[in-house]
């Protein structure tokens, strides 16, 4: 019987069971993960296997998403331990992050209260054309790795994942479901019951080369442009190039000239790429769920159900996704503690 089901099987679903287990004390036998994708696919329609994957600060400023990037950030190196360390896709590397404007001030103080090795560039060091920057150590993930091992993590446990495409939310409930968790990202904005006009697609593009002589992350953020550079712990040297943040576009086709142009920024903004031969593994498009007004997380009385949104991280998923996650399990133990004083 499943008492709770967790609805999308992307990275905010998986962090959501992982929460509902080790801190609502939920049975893991009694939590069920529906997606029409499962960590394995491939699709367009999938977006977690395509994220470049590490902890950046392309989050928003406000406090709350704040106060998520934190729990993740503070957090990570407990599921890293759960799932057999390193080797799970998870691991720390350094990163240098450059802007060409000023960054908001009260997100690089909150930043700095936690991140490890967080210094300030001097001006000095900066590239040409850049205001400022800093370097820490980070979180890196090896996107469709670390799915499927957390995935197998948790169905040891004894959660059970079930393929299975949904046309309207209502199907979610089982026999003795009292709780959906809608974390269906992209799929909010179609899903009958809940179709959300405020959700649409960033879509990205990436270039996975193999360069295991790169092992740092470098990023620059432009008024109109997003450039990155990101290495896949135990991926065996792949190296993650990007990107774009194109919003509103639907499209999972790659394009010629934007592989062109992911090199030509990368390569100008950490030259060691070149150090070996390019080695194209293979061009990507991802779409990632972003959502008009941030993240839709709160609860709604169905009837005798609850039905909990966690939903809209757009391209911050891996990185504010298990703040997400705590924030909605902990609305969901306080709704069913009101339900059970009724």
Known sequence: MSNVVVLGSGIVGLYTTYCLVTEAGVPPASITVIGKHLPGDQSINYTSPWAGGNFSCITPNDPE?????KYTYTHLQELQKKLGGAACGLDKRPSTEIWDENPNDKKIAALSQYIEDFRIIPAAELPAGAKFGVSLTTWNFNCPFFLANFKTYLEKLGVTFVRKELTYVSQAYLPGTHTVF?????????????????????????VVVKAPHVQENCVRWGPTYATYIIPRPHSNGELVLGGFLQKGNWTGDTFELETADIIRRTTA??????DKPL???RVVAGLRPSRQ??????????????????????GYGYQAGFGMAHKAVALY???RRDVAKL
């Open 65 to 69: 998403t704040l106060s998520w990037d």
């Open 182 to 206: 809608n974390c269906t990202g992209l799929g909010a904005f179609s899903l009958d019951g809940v179709k959300d006009s405020k959700v649409y697609p960033t879509r990205g593009q990436v």
């Open 269 to 274: 903004l950490l030259p060691k790429i070149l």
């Open 279 to 281: 080695d194209v593994i």
């Open 293 to 314: 007004g941030g993240p839709r997380i709160e609860v709604e009385h169905v009837e005798d159900h609850l039905l909990v949104h966690n939903y809209g991280a757009g």
């Open 333 to 335: 133990s306080k709704a």
